[in-house]
């Protein structure tokens, strides 16, 4: 093969491997100056999430608190038991016992700049580095009072003003894709540092949901405000990216949840988040599992190695069926303390659930649980859209 040839051969199979376009028609004696060694040691690195970060409101709203709420059936009648008895057997059903609310002069972009803080402190890097903050939410910054939505700019590019940062190659944006919007962001950080168009990647989830809520309405009691955050980086140290699934079924599932009107009957035009629970369940059980297992499968790890399971805290009763299913899908009993809960302190707080949980976690926060280097857990998420998703990682 004619030398010309054989150069142009070798940076197509270069190509090809590390995923980056090489001119074939360069002469060898240019060949060396035609591979960008930079991107060929960024595709091979880890990529880890080397930092975290959370805010956890003050304010602490228990179902006690409800005690005095008048909530409705969907179609405006009244519940046949008394409110004491609809908040216990919502306890018993979502596990939830109480939930934070964001302060009345903070919106969700000032909850993910908080997290966002904290998270950059904690790996310990130069924030003017950073090559992309992606925010994660569903309802953009709703003002206490309000019902409008103010995305304009963008939460990211708030949280990225309230930062400081002056670099505009720094970019900044929002990600809209239910619950599992975070675990979606991880996954667009994680092509950004594989293709080498960014080393540095700071993600969000933010949400203030006590603004979006029905207050006629008993799943009012699910929703929770907060934020969570990571910086997700190459690596040649720490944990590891080792698979990522995710799916949208928007054919029956896409209105599962919604903008709808109070089930207090009246003319006022503002909507509020609704929901099919019992719909949304049936999907959660059938389609979470699998894309858990199509990570693992993909990743290569055994489930024997799986440490933690993280995922969305939705629902106790529901996260725990997932769960339980995932592991019959091998054939095997789900173990017993692999799924740490905080949704009962905490409450939903929609794409903030799983960063704070992991935050809390890696920082010995939720008891009877630890995690450690070298750890493989795995995230999983399910929410509006109808979306799927889940990574394994390695810590």
């Known amino acids: ?34 591979v960008n060694f930079h991107k060929i040691r960024i595709h091979f690195m880890k990529i880890a999430i080397t930092g975290t970060g959370s805010y956890l409101p003050e304010r602490i709203v228990a179902n006690r608190d409800f005690e005095d709420h008048e909530f409705l059936n969907s179609d405006g009648s009244s519940f046949p038991q008394n409110t004491p008895t609809l908040i216990q057997k919502f306890k018993a059903i979502t596990g939830i016992a109480q939930r934070r609310y964001a302060p009345n002069t903070l919106n969700a972009s000032h909850l993910a700049h908080k997290a966002a803080e904290r998270a950059i402190k904690d790996a310990g890097v130069d924030q003017e580095q950073l090559d ?160 858990m297992k199509n990570c693992l499968d993909q990743s290569g790890v055994p489930l024997s190695e799986v440490k933690k399971i993280l995922i969305h805290q939705a629902n106790e009763k529901m996260d725990e069926a997932i769960v339980k299913r995932f592991y019959q899908l091998y054939g095997q009993e789900k173990p017993k303390d692999i799924m740490p809960m905080i949704i009962g302190e905490l409450g939903n707080s929609s794409v903030a659930t799983i960063p704070t949980l992991l935050d809390l976690l890696k920082k010995g926060k939720v008891p009877h649980h630890q995690i450690q280097p070298g750890d493989v857990v795995i995230f999983a998420s399910v929410g509006a859209g109808m979306n799927v998703n889940a990574i394994v990682y390695r810590m």
């Open 132 to 291: 992309y903050i992606i925010v994660a939410h569903n309802f953009g910054d709703v003002a206490y009072g309000e019902s409008q939505s103010n995305m304009l700019p963008s939460l990211a590019t708030r949280v990225k003003h309230l930062l400081g940062i002056k670099n505009p190659g720094c970019v900044a944006y929002d990600i809209i894709f239910g619950c599992p919007g975070w675990i979606e962001g991880i996954v667009q950080a994680k092509a950004f540092i594989k293709s080498g168009l960014a080393q540095k990647c700071l993600v969000i989830g933010a949400e203030t949901l006590s603004r979006i809520v029905d207050p006629y309405d008993r799943d009012s009691m699910i929703y929770a405000d907060g934020a969570g955050a990571c910086l997700v980086e190459a690596s040649d140290t720490e944990g590891d990216i080792l698979g990522h699934a995710s799916a949208t079924y928007a054919h029956d599932e896409a209105f599962f949840l919604f903008y709808g009107k109070s089930y207090k009957k009246s003319d006022e035009k503002r909507r509020y988040i609704k929901m099919y629970g019992r719909k949304i369940y049936e999907f959660a059980v059938t389609h979470v599992p699998e894309a």
């Open 1 to 34: 093969m004619p030398l010309h040839n054989a150069g142009a051969s070798l940076l197509g199979d270069l190509s090809a491997v590390v995923g980056i376009v090489i001119p074939i028609e360069s002469p060898m004696d240019g060949f060396w100056n035609n």
